[in-house]
Nanobody
């Protein structure tokens, strides 16, 4: 059974930091590119960041460049998103996504709220 379980969301003040984690199971994690998406109320889901299967290639949405860092630990089947200098516009549900030749999988999401 494939599972992606996000954690680490919460309420943080502007300028603060959060570290999201996504623990994967039920598939060969090291064969899959991993991505973080987010969806704010009333908006479409958008790609925030992605990392290749071996972790050597990464990319970011322009608005989070320099503030967010994606990483992965293939030994622990986990992908991370370090979010610094958070802004109110980063408020959204953040979803973990796995993309491979055998298909794509989604987590249930974790809420991130940036507010004073």
């Amino acid at each position: 059974q494939v599972r992606l379980v996000e954690s680490g969301g919460g309420l943080v003040q502007p300028g603060g930091s959060l570290r999201l984690s996504c623990a994967a199971s039920g598939f060969t994690f090291s064969n899959y590119a991993m991505r973080w998406y987010r969806q704010a109320p009333g908006k479409e889901r958008e790609l925030v960041s992605a990392i290749g299967s071996n972790g050597t290639s990464t990319n970011y949405k322009d608005s989070v460049k320099g503030r967010f860092t994606i990483s992965r630990d293939n030994a622990k089947s986990t992908v991370f998103l370090q979010m610094n200098s958070l802004k109110p516009e980063d408020t959204a549900v953040y979803y973990c996504n796995a993309l491979g030749l055998r298909g794509t999988y989604w987590g249930q999401g974790t809420q991130v709220t940036v507010s004073s």
